[in-house]
């Protein structure tokens, strides 16, 4: 393992020609000897959707980029960081997991790898968990899972409610998760809660009624399990467009287990993503190629429920927008790490390390709705990894290897 970059300060000096006009402040840092720069602006660098700049530089000043460009040209800053060649790449943008909850499912995972199917029931084990665990428990799970992610790289994730199904339990959850992010989700259609199996009709009444008005506060977001075993499609249509009116945007889990209505409803609500897509018709295909809705592709589901991988190398060759997440959960998938994500997109899902290099960046953000995040371009937030590598090319060619060797969020060095 080679050492990690190294910091010093510097005299400030009138700066070198920089390739934007951003003025720098001697007080930045900037990071020099960059092996290989990815910006995902394709007006930069070599042209592609990555803006790949070789021997580069970045300057960060305050929470945000203020300079990027060739290293022999970057301007001189009271700190410095030289990354020794290796790769710097925007911060990972994971747009789907569940990280309020208590307990784990290792029984039920045990039992699916020895041959019983995975199906969407199993999510009452940890609601029953979540329920009976008390704030601080939960919101010492959630930071835990925080760092680890943040360790592998991310910087900026969403995360949901949906283990709790009762007015309380899923605004605690929503309040609990505020305090770590702007990216939360309201997610009371998860499944039908166990106290309504015999009433799913009242349930989606207070899904769409008092425990939307609890909710709705804490959330920037609304999403629903649009599946056969949790909602069909107009009990989803009601949510959704309840939480619309409430002032929520809407997102959906949608076609992870079989063909059904979720893609093309999230399409025509104007939904930002619809989110697994494994199973597509040609017309849901052709409904996210002429929408904005990103389609969001969660492979630790699948590798922990051995099921059908997503066909990202299709919707890509439609023309449709594609991010890649780690649907962090305790049921279906328990990993954070988008650099494991980032491997099985290539190995399994068709896709270049390039494309799945953008989509678990770039894709993420568009699924977020954000132009300031998932790229490194003057102005944009100074979120960035340097990896323990020459090229990001290494995050699918070396699997598993933890390669974040520093991670700058908002501009701060956390790792």
């Not at 080679?2 to 005299?11: I, L, R």
């Not at 290099?357 to 371009?377: E, F, K, P, Q, V």
């Amino acid at each position: 393992m080679s050492s990690g970059p190294e910091t010093t300060n510097t005299p400030a000096a009138t700066p070198a020609p920089a390739t934007t006009n951003s003025a720098v402040a001697a007080t930045a840092t900037v990071i020099t000897n960059i092996a290989s720069l990815v910006t995902n602006d394709p007006s930069l660098g070599d042209g592609s959707p990555l803006g790949l700049i070789r021997d580069a530089a970045v300057v960060i000043d305050g929470d945000r980029v203020s300079w990027i460009g060739e290293s022999s040209k970057a301007p001189a800053t009271d700190n410095r960081v030289d990354a020794g060649g290796r790769a710097v790449v925007p911060g990972f943008v994971d747009s789907h997991s569940h990280l309020v909850f208590a307990g784990d499912r290792t029984a039920e995972f045990n039992a699916r790898m020895s041959g019983q199917p995975y199906a969407a029931g199993g999510i009452r084990t940890t609601v029953a968990a979540t329920r009976a665990a008390t704030d601080e428990a939960l919101e010492a799970n959630l930071t835990r899972y925080l760092r680890e992610a943040l360790g592998q790289g991310t910087t900026t994730f969403e995360t949901k409610s949906g283990y709790g199904l009762t007015v309380e339990d899923e605004a605690r959850a929503l309040r609990i998760a505020a305090r770590h992010t702007d990216e939360v989700t309201y997610l009371g259609a998860h499944i039908v809660s166990p106290d309504y199996a015999d009433d799913p009709a009242g349930y989606v009444d207070l899904v769409t009624g008092p425990m939307l008005e609890a909710c709705a506060p804490h959330a920037r977001w609304i999403d629903v399990f649009c599946e056969k075993g949790a909602f069909d499609g107009d009990q989803a249509r009601a949510i959704l467009t309840a939480g619309k009116a409430r002032g929520l945007h809407p997102r959906v889990h949608a076609n992870q287990l079989s063909y059904g209505p979720g893609v093309q409803l999230a399409v025509e609500l104007g939904a930002a993503s619809a989110d697994h897509c494994t199973h597509l018709t040609q017309a849901d295909v052709d409904a996210l190629a002429s929408g904005d809705t990103v389609a969001t592709l969660l492979p630790g589901a699948e590798f922990s429920t051995r099921a059908e991988w997503p066909d990202a190398r299709r919707l890509l060759d439609a023309g449709v927008t594609v991010a890649l997440s780690t649907d962090c959960n305790p049921g279906s998938s328990f990993t954070s790490s988008m650099p494991f994500c980032v491997a099985l997109a290539v190995r399994d899902m068709g896709m270049t390390p390039d494309e799945a290099l953008w989509s678990a960046t770039a894709g993420g953000a568009a699924a977020l709705r954000r132009d300031d995040i998932g790229r490194l371009t003057p102005g944009a937030r100074a979120d960035l990894v340097l990896l323990d590598a020459p090229s990001h090319v290494h995050l699918a060619y070396r699997p598993g290897v933890p390669l974040a060797t520093a991670v700058w969020r908002g501009g701060e060095r956390v790792l």
